[in-house]
């Protein structure tokens, strides 16, 4: 890694800079001010789907970060806008009132898409029959993410997204296309975001598969780091991809790797 020089970030939020919504992880403050200070172009990368990037940006300010703007944050529900402002979609939204105030929908036409999010409390039996007859129509199926779990606020494993998204897929007989990671249409356009290529850049985040092993898939260099989901038995699994390790964030810039930060 002598020759290598990162020219690009994507830093995952839950379970690597913050525990919870906005409780600093050990060290990450430090961490990231020395990003700022390093003039590298980052993005925090995010399969959030519960809340817009305004909120996400509020509280990440709260915990003592230096967010400039949203624009710094990328999450799932972004790449599902540019794909149905591109392709003209009117889409069916499986996401929070709060997260669907973002993206143009037009409920007095059929819709020709579904993006499926967190939904929360707000999923009803309703929505999931609408979804169901819009895909089973024919309907472009958009999932934000099929994550298997997150951490949650009291710290236990909660069962994510995916949950929803495999039953739908299930019952249509069909397959979504996953916008989040590890998914090449996310990073892709993290890297358009930033202006560099995948070689590049590196992420680091507390998910083997979503986080790490997504970016390396698409040519990303990756650390994983002890904190959040971490579980032991990935340590060996992130070697054997030639994936570095670190105890968190903070020491993760120590990383040959991101010597030059």
């Given at each position: ?44 990368a995010t399969n959030t789907t519960s809340r817009p990037r305004t909120e996400i940006a509020r509280e990440l300010r709260s915990a003592g970060f230096a967010v400039s703007s949203e624009s710094r944050i990328l999450t ?186």
């Amino acid at each position: 890694m002598a020759d290598f020089q990162c020219n690009g970030l994507l830093i995952d939020i839950s379970g690597v800079v913050v525990e919870g919504k906005d409780r600093p992880i050990d060290g990450s403050l430090e961490a990231m001010a020395r990003i700022e200070q390093s003039g590298v172009p980052y993005l925090f990368a995010t399969n959030t789907t519960s809340r817009p990037r305004t909120e996400i940006a509020r509280e990440l300010r709260s915990a003592g970060f230096a967010v400039s703007s949203e624009s710094r944050i990328l999450t799932p529900f972004q790449v599902a806008q540019t794909i149905c402002a591109d392709k003209g979609l009117n889409p069916l939204c499986l996401v929070r009132k709060s997260v669907a105030a973002e993206i143009d929908t037009d409920p007095g036409r059929p819709y020709n898409a579904v993006v499926v999010g967190d939904l929360g409390d707000e999923l009803t039996s309703h929505l999931l029959e609408e979804a169901f007859e819009a895909i089973h129509n024919g309907a472009v199926f958009l999932a934000l993410a099929k994550n298997r779990d997150y951490v949650g606020p009291s710290g236990k494993l909660i069962p994510d997204m995916g949950l929803v998204v495999a039953g739908l897929e299930y019952s249509t007989n069909s397959e979504a296309t996953i916008l989040g990671k590890p998914n090449a249409l996310f990073f892709d356009a993290a890297l358009k975001l930033m202006g560099v290529v995948a070689g590049e850049c590196v992420m680091i985040g507390d998910d083997l598969e979503a986080d790490v092993i997504g970016a390396v898939s698409q040519g990303m260099h990756a650390v994983l780091v002890e904190t959040g989901k971490f579980r032991a038995e990935w340590a060996a699994k992130a070697g054997e991809y030639g994936i570095a390790v670190a105890p968190n964030l903070k020491h993760a810039l120590d990383l040959p790797l991101l010597s030059g930060l």
